[in-house]
């Protein structure tokens, strides 16, 4: 009889770590190591609700946020935000560092704390990795230790306000020049309406999978917003959408124990047939075999 495997959830990863003292934490708020085998540094893609930061002291990875690719080169930040779907394609045997896990409730209260709140969405995503020099990076870990230290003080009964207000300071020393972004260079009309309909199909590619729709919101025919994104990117704009709902559907396979008509139900296939055949006809197997 064979044995049913139910996926790894990021969950139950993380409170066994923490069940084995291999992870510092505060409940599901946050979480810290200096471990980098603990972390999630998984080679499919997958999907959790937090922030992950990793302060990278030694070695080199590489990796996709969503459809974006990143480089991260020792020393640096890498910044992983809120739902995405993350991969990591290479890691460098040599890999070291600290990382943290921002649980939604405390990523959410941090922000609301930062001033420049669309600068700093801004700049995560188009620049998930920030080149630290030699002093940037002492500096940075010294406040990986603090953070570190002051989680050990169990007694402390503002515990989890020493701690946001630790990680906001962080924040504003790693990103000083983050109002810069919103003075970047104009882009042009062809490369904003390419970020305004990946932003469409981020929003809405498990309910609409046509052209004609994202065509329709952004004011324009499906066949020139095809030649737009086609220009811009190589790629078609069904591509695109379909590249979305793809990765989407691999992260909920391998980072989530919903069955196979639940991801069905949730990208909004008609049936379970139909995302078989419409998953198969993209990756040339199964759901099921890719789940394996």
């Not at 515990?159 to 990680?167: M, V």
Request: hydrophobic share 40%; with cysteine; aromatic share 12%.
């Amino acid at each position: 009889m064979r044995t049913r495997i139910t996926p790894l959830t990021w969950e139950r990863y993380l409170h066994e770590k923490v069940a084995h003292n291999q992870l510092q934490a505060i409940d599901d708020y946050f979480f810290i190591s200096d471990d980098i085998e603990l972390m999630p540094l998984f080679p499919y893609p997958f999907k959790i609700d937090a922030v992950i930061t990793f302060l990278c002291t030694q070695g080199s990875l590489k990796g996709r946020i969503g459809l974006k690719t990143f480089e991260a080169v020792a020393p640096c930040i890498m910044i992983l935000p809120l739902n995405e779907v993350l991969q990591f394609d290479f890691i460098n045997e040599d890999l070291n560092g600290w990382f943290n896990i921002l649980s939604k409730t405390l990523a959410e209260e941090l922000v609301m704390h930062i001033k420049e709140r669309m600068e700093i969405s801004i700049s995560t995503h188009a620049q998930p990795v920030i080149s630290l020099d030699q002093e940037e990076l002492e500096l940075n870990l010294s406040y990986y230790h603090l953070v570190h230290d002051t989680l050990r003080r169990r007694d402390n009964p503002h515990l989890k306000e020493a701690i946001r207000y630790l990680l906001l300071s962080l924040y504003y020393q790693q990103h000083p020049d983050v109002s810069a972004y919103s003075n970047s260079p104009q882009m042009s009309k062809q490369e904003e309406t390419f970020i305004r309909f990946t932003n469409l199909v981020k929003q809405n590619y498990k309910h609409e999978r046509q052209v004609k729709f994202y065509a329709e919101r952004l004011g324009l025919t499906p066949k020139y917003l095809s030649q737009i994104i086609k220009e811009q990117t190589g790629k078609s704009a069904n591509d695109w959408i379909d590249e979305y709902v793809m990765l989407e559907a691999k992260a909920l396979l391998k980072s989530s124990a919903l069955s196979i008509q639940q991801i069905s139900n949730e990208l909004n296939f008609v049936d379970q047939s139909t995302f078989g055949k419409y998953f198969k006809a993209k990756e040339g197997i199964s759901p099921k075999e890719y789940r394996k």
